[in-house]
C-alpha cells in the first residue's frame, strides 16, 4: 500500500460515530467473507443490473486475493476486484462500504504489484477517507485502521503520505470505534513505538495482552508477565 501523491492536510479529527450514522442503512456485508471463484463470477455478471452484486463480487475476489497462492493470479482477482468496487463507487458515490471495498482492493493491486505502488497510493488515501466519513464501523474501524497503516508503512514527503503523527491519530480513532479489535491497539503501538511514544506504547501493549489472557496452567505465568510489563511502562514513565 505504499505510493507517492501531493502533500495533503492534516487528518481531519472526527468525533466517534454513533450506531445512528446513515451509512448503518447499507446493507451488512463481512469483509473478505469466504467464497468461491464461481460466486464471484456470478455476482459480477449480475453487476450490470444489481449494484449490491457487484459489491458482493469485489469482496468475493478479495477473498480471492487473499487466499491465493500465484502471484499473477492474486494480481488479476485485485484488478478485476478493483474495477468492481470502483464501478460500484460510480453508481453509489454514499456507499462508505463501496468506498471501503474500492482502497482494500487497490491496496491488494498495490502489494501484488509494487512497482505501481506509488501510484496507487493516492487512491488508496482518498477512498479510505470516504469510507471513514461515511460508515467508519465497517470491519471493525476498517477505514481509520487502514489509513493508519498507509500513514505507518509509506515513505515520507515528499516521495509520499508516510506521517507517523497522522498514522497515531488514525489508530486512535479507530481503537475509539471498536476497542475490542487487537489489530487497532495493536497498531497503535507500533505507532508510537515509531513516534517514540516509548511510555504510552508501553501500556496500550499492556492492555492489549491484558485482553489476551490464556486459562489453565499457564494463567499464573501469563498474570505475573502482565506485572512485569506493567512495572516497565512504570518505570519508563519515571524517567
Known sequence: MLGACAPISKVPQRSA??????AMKEPVLSVCAPCSRDKAGQWAADAKEDAWSGLKAANCYAFLVKIGTDKAGRLADAKTGRQLAESAVQRQPRSGLAHYLHAYLTGLEAENDPLRGLELVPVIEREARMAAELSPLIDDA???????ELYLRAPGMPISVGDVEKAVACYRRALTIAPGFAENRLGLVEALLKAEETTEACMQLHGLLSNMSPVGESEAIWQKTLDLLR???????AE
Open 17 to 22: 460515530p454513533d450506531k445512528s450514522h446513515a
Open 231 to 237: 512495572h516497565l511502562c512504570t518505570a519508563k514513565n
Open 142 to 148: 476498517g477505514p481509520d485502521r487502514m489509513l493508519g
